[in-house]
């Protein structure tokens, strides 16, 4: 956040790696110690591990997304007194002029044209530095609560420097041999389509669908129900998923993607429908609190022996579809982005029906296993 003070590219992008370094790891963790926790309470209470976990995964994402609802809440109001302006200086026709010289929002959106064009509405730097202080504001208080009431697991090592380098290099090479497993490739177009959906909302929809044809603040607004949807929905489908299973979870999420990702090659957006927006919006918040929830949940059922490896993996995978379209989508239109999405959901949930397969055939021949041990013989 600091970085936005000064926002050049040889400055940015040192930071961005920094934050991607520091993101990993603390994925990571939070995924083993949501996973741990879970097991350690399903034991204790004698319950059914796999609810658990996606019980705790479901109350995790919850409180996580509604993040996006007090964020876009305070861009939102932030930006509402740069609207006033505007108005009083009597430009308040500049959306529509932009919209007008540049009328390929939507599907035909592409980022590099688009910049060329729109070079009113600038939001002005004052504003940007208040957004700025409200967000590190934020993001101290976050550590304090977590250095201050998070439970660690603390290594009883004198030497902790050299054991936390030895446990990551042991980490490295566990995550690259966790590429062996069957399962592990099966779920890698799944957990990329995880990274590529959240990108491509925040990007090249936020920009494509509601920037180019509203305004700024308007994007805080709409994304803010997107948050609501996918607070609520990381909280119900986390408490769903133990009355229909998981596969139909992923099946009603794949269904509505698809559904939308047709929606959004065919319609073109206008400053009269603005409440399809919202409704695109909700609804990519209903399936991304759905992939959010039961891929991470999934990694920590079936990946059991090696949960590090498994959950470091899943972090690759899907910073590798973040960093794939933010890399390309400035250069491309919105159409092919989304038909990668469809292509890359295809792939997806044939791998992870495969790995649904398996692990369930796993799971009987076990069971029959234990019945044939515990039969007396005659």
Same mark, same amino acid.
């Given at each position: 956040?600091?970085?936005?003070?000064?926002?050049?590219?040889?400055?940015?992008?040192?930071?961005?790696?920094?934050?991607?370094?520091?993101?990993?790891?603390?994925?990571?963790?939070?995924?083993?110690?949501?996973?741990?926790?879970?097991?350690?309470?399903?034991?204790?209470?004698?319950?059914?591990?796999?609810?658990?976990?996606?019980?705790?995964?479901?109350?995790?994402?919850?409180?996580?997304?509604?993040?996006?609802?007090?964020?876009?809440?305070?861009?939102?109001?932030?930006?509402?007194?740069?609207?006033?302006?505007?108005?009083?200086?009597?430009?308040?026709?500049?959306?529509?002029?932009?919209?007008?010289?540049?009328?390929?929002?939507?599907?035909?959106?592409?980022?590099?044209?688009?910049?060329?064009?729109?070079?009113?509405?600038?939001?002005?730097?004052?504003?940007?530095?208040?957004?700025?202080?409200?967000?590190?504001?934020?993001?101290?208080?976050?550590?304090?609560?977590?250095?201050?009431?998070?439970?660690?697991?603390?290594?009883?090592?004198?030497?902790?420097?050299?054991?936390?380098?030895?446990?990551?290099?042991?980490?490295?090479?566990?995550?690259?041999?966790?590429?062996?497993?069957?399962?592990?490739?099966?779920?890698?177009?799944?957990?990329?389509?995880?990274?590529?959906?959240?990108?491509? +909302? !925040?990007?090249?929809?936020?920009?494509? #669908?509601?920037?180019?044809?509203?305004?700024?603040?308007? =994007?805080? &607004?709409? @994304?803010?129900?997107?948050?609501?949807?996918?607070?609520?929905?990381?909280?119900?489908?986390?408490?769903?998923?133990?009355?229909?299973?998981?596969?139909?979870?992923?099946?009603?999420?794949?269904?509505?993607?698809?559904?939308?990702?047709?929606?959004?090659?065919?319609?073109?957006?206008?400053?009269?429908?603005?409440?399809?927006?919202?409704?695109?919006?909700?609804?990519?918040?209903?399936?991304?609190?759905?992939?959010?929830?039961?891929?991470?949940?999934?990694?920590?059922?079936?990946?059991?022996?090696?949960?590090?490896?498994?959950?470091?993996?899943?972090? +690759? !995978?899907?910073?590798?579809?973040?960093? #794939?379209?933010?890399?390309?989508?400035?250069?491309?239109? =919105?159409? &092919?982005? @989304?038909?990668?999405?469809?292509?890359?959901?295809?792939?997806?949930?044939?791998?992870?029906?495969?790995?649904?397969?398996?692990?369930?055939?796993?799971?009987?021949?076990?069971?029959?296993?234990?019945?044939?041990?515990?039969?007396?013989?005659?």
């Amino acid at each position: 956040m600091v970085a936005n003070y000064y926002p050049k590219a040889y400055f940015m992008y040192p930071t961005a790696a920094l934050v991607g370094l520091a993101a990993a790891p603390l994925w990571t963790s939070k995924c083993i110690y949501l996973t741990e926790m879970g097991s350690i309470y399903a034991f204790e209470k004698k319950l059914d591990k796999n609810i658990i976990i996606n019980r705790y995964f479901g109350i995790f994402f919850m409180f996580f997304q509604s993040g996006q609802i007090w964020g876009n809440l305070i861009s939102y109001l932030v930006l509402m007194p740069e609207e006033r302006i505007y108005a009083i200086n009597g430009t308040e026709n500049n959306r529509s002029l932009v919209f007008e010289s540049y009328a390929k929002c939507g599907a035909d959106f592409i980022e590099e044209e688009y910049q060329a064009v729109e070079d009113t509405n600038r939001i002005d730097r004052k504003t940007i530095d208040i957004l700025c202080i409200i967000y590190i504001c934020i993001c101290v208080c976050s550590i304090l609560i977590v250095a201050v009431f998070l439970d660690q697991r603390r290594t009883s090592s004198r030497d902790r420097m050299s054991v936390m380098f030895c446990n990551s290099m042991k980490l490295l090479v566990s995550t690259v041999k966790h590429l062996r497993h069957i399962n592990q490739l099966l779920l890698i177009p799944i957990t990329v389509w995880s990274g590529l959906e959240q990108s491509f +909302l !925040w990007t090249q929809f936020s920009k494509g #669908f509601i920037s180019c044809v509203l305004n700024a603040k308007y =994007v805080g &607004l709409i @994304l803010m129900v997107y948050g609501i949807c996918d607070s609520i929905g990381s909280f119900a489908f986390g408490q769903l998923v133990k009355l229909v299973g998981r596969w139909p979870c992923f099946a009603f999420a794949a269904i509505i993607n698809y559904a939308l990702i047709i929606t959004m090659l065919v319609w073109h957006p206008s400053q009269d429908q603005i409440a399809v927006l919202f409704v695109l919006a909700a609804l990519w918040g209903v399936t991304d609190a759905i992939w959010q929830t039961q891929i991470n949940a999934f990694y920590g059922v079936i990946f059991t022996e090696n949960r590090e490896a498994a959950f470091s993996n899943y972090r +690759l !995978w899907e910073s590798t579809g973040f960093a #794939f379209f933010y890399i390309i989508t400035p250069y491309i239109r =919105v159409r &092919l982005v @989304l038909i990668i999405l469809a292509i890359f959901l295809s792939f997806g949930i044939v791998g992870y029906t495969m790995t649904e397969y398996r692990s369930r055939t796993l799971e009987e021949t076990k069971d029959k296993a234990k019945k044939k041990n515990t039969v007396s013989p005659s």
